[in-house]
């Protein structure tokens, strides 16, 4: 691939593997000979993770609302967007992305019930108009995601803000990622996340397949 690679992203609620799957799936394309640019958002460069640690890990008096979380998360992705994937993209290397503006749709839209055209519009025009190639979300029930989730090692003890919400946030965002999935088929592929990582990462290789 000289130029015009590749761009894949991994969603799904919390808990879903993402970070897992994205690494395997690397590992592969690497072994076929592939530039892979593995990346996350929110953050991805020093300027989005400055972002993505209010985001995520704010606990101060002052109310951060939905509304300016919105505008914190398309910032991030502005600058992610220009610095990471846009140059890796061009130059020819598949760029997986944990999380991508579809996050944004489902968290901030379904699940904080911000208008979803006026994302639809903040979304494109962050990521330079830019879309993903293939979206794999892994989907988990919202129980098996949290028990998953507070067993991970690396972020055991941390304070997630998004992590914190109640059961009913977590499956609106699961919705919709569901009405995602149903609007545009073409992109969006739903990955069964149940079972070992080895059987799940078979699926999404399947799916991966298709793109190259």
Not at 25 to 44: C, H, M, Q
Not at 61 to 84: D, F, G, I, K
Not at 162 to 168: T, Y
Not at 178 to 200: C, F, L
């Amino acid at each position: 691939m000289s130029k015009n690679g590749k761009f894949i992203t991994f969603e799904g609620p919390e808990g879903a593997g993402k970070s897992t799957q994205l690494r395997l799936l690397a590992e592969e394309l690497r072994s076929r000979g592939f530039e892979v640019v593995t990346t996350r958002e929110p953050g991805g460069t020093p300027l989005a993770e400055l972002l993505r640690n209010i985001l995520k890990t704010h606990q101060g008096t002052e109310t951060l609302h939905p509304e300016t979380e919105l505008l914190l998360m398309e910032a991030a992705r502005s600058q992610h967007a220009r610095e990471v994937i846009l140059p890796a993209l061009e130059r020819g290397a598949v760029v997986l992305c944990d999380r991508f503006y579809d996050s944004t749709t489902a968290y901030q839209g379904a699940a904080r019930n911000i208008d979803t055209s006026l994302i639809a519009e903040l979304n494109i025009f962050a990521a330079a108009f830019r879309k993903p190639d293939l979206t794999l979300i892994l989907d988990l029930d919202i129980e098996s995601g949290f028990r998953r989730a507070g067993k991970r090692q690396e972020t055991a003890g941390e304070y997630d803000r998004f992590e914190a919400e109640n059961r009913s946030f977590h499956s609106r965002v699961r919705e919709g990622f569901h009405a995602i999935a149903a609007k545009e088929p073409q992109r969006v592929r739903i990955i069964d996340a149940e079972g070992t990582p080895e059987e799940v990462a078979a699926r999404i290789r399947s799916a991966a397949d298709e793109l190259f």
